[in-house]
Nanobody, 122 residues
Framework: VQLQASGGGLVQAGGSLRLSCAAF????????MSWFRQAPGEEREFVAG????????YYADSVKGRFTISRDNAKNMVYLQMNSLKPEDTAVYYC????????????????WGQGTQVTVSS
């Protein structure tokens, strides 16, 4: 599985962005897909995850109610809609794929995209 993230950019606080992750590989639709982020000097942290069918989603407490993860298996795409962005959301965002038992554990993902920078100005 190969992943390619896009959609990052510079936005003012309170604004919105939608990240996209294109997945390539014959088994991608059977994998859970998640987004992680890493701010400078910080460890990578879980943001959101969605199961293979798209009917179960999981979120970090810090983004609940503001971010929405979704997937389109017909297009092999995963999206992260980010609303009400805050300066503390500034980070490089990575998409990941695998079959984790714990969506928030980045050690359980073998497949990673290259990351896309999100910068939120105050």
């Amino acid at each position: 599985v190969q992943l390619q993230a896009s959609g990052g950019g510079l936005v003012q606080a309170g604004g919105s962005l939608r990240l996209s992750c294109a997945a390539f590989g014959s088994t991608v639709s059977s994998n859970a897909m998640s987004w992680f982020r890493q701010a400078p000097g910080e460890e990578r942290e879980f943001v959101a995850g969605v199961n293979w069918s798209g009917d179960s989603a999981y979120y970090a407490d810090s983004v609940k109610g503001r971010f929405t993860i979704s997937r389109d298996n017909a297009k092999n795409m995963v999206y992260l809609q980010m609303n009400s962005l805050k300066p503390e959301d500034t980070a490089v965002y990575y998409c990941a794929a695998d079959l984790p038992s714990d969506y928030s554990d980045d050690g359980q993902y073998d497949y990673w995209g290259q990351g896309t920078q999100v910068t939120v100005s105050s």
